[in-house]
């Protein structure tokens, strides 16, 4: 069964600040992330990314690269959100 669809919604100023965000990109040397989002029909997908890199302390923002030909490229393109988590070294 799928979630229900979820309303858009107004992305918030974060609660950390460049010099924390900077320190927890700092502990990232490489390795693999996995993106997460929803899709406008409230049906989860994720995937993961190797190519993580940091881009901007103000405002803070990542940039992770995903093929054009990528069968989930649709759907993220057409939302607004995504999460990316790190993973652990164990």
């Known amino acids: 069964m799928l979630s229900p669809a979820v309303t858009a919604v ?6 950390f600040s460049p010099r924390e965000f ?3 990109l700092g502990m990232f040397a490489t390795g693999v992330t996995v ?10 997908l994720g995937l993961t990314a190797s190519s993580f890199n940091s881009l901007s302390l103000e405002p803070p923002l990542v940039l992770w690269s995903l093929a054009h030909m990528a069968g989930s490229m ?10 990316i988590n790190v993973l652990a070294a164990d």
Do not use: F, I, K, N
Request: hydrophobic share 35%; net charge positive.
């Open 74 to 83: 649709p759907d993220l393109s057409a939302g607004s959100h995504y999460a």
């Open 10 to 15: 107004q992305a918030r100023s974060p609660d």
């Open 22 to 24: 900077r320190l927890a």
């Open 35 to 44: 993106v997460t989002a929803r899709t406008a029909e409230g049906r989860l």
